[in-house]
């Protein structure tokens, strides 16, 4: 939790706390509420899939391992099994 999207989570929590004096969390089960309302979508199976049908998805500039972390998360949250159509989105 020190970079990227849950870095930036982190660092609002803790500017909360440095603002109000206190944790943004009352307890173990209001962080996992919060946790689960900013990083895990409603859908998440239609959220995977449509990243991975948009034109738009490819590894770019990113380190490989960080895209194939992301890749392997986005297949399995999509439901996607056929291993012909799982190569085909990779490439």
Known sequence: MKSRCAGRWV???????????HLHFND????????????????SEAAAINMLEATAYFQGRWLVSNYLDQFKDLIKDSGYTDLKTIVVKFC
Request: aromatic letters at 18%; a negative charge; zero cysteines.
């Open 28 to 43: 173990w089960l209001n962080f996992e509420e919060e946790f689960q309302k900013d990083f895990m979508p409603l859908d």
């Open 11 to 21: 660092t609002h929590k803790f500017e909360h706390k440095a603002k109000s004096g």
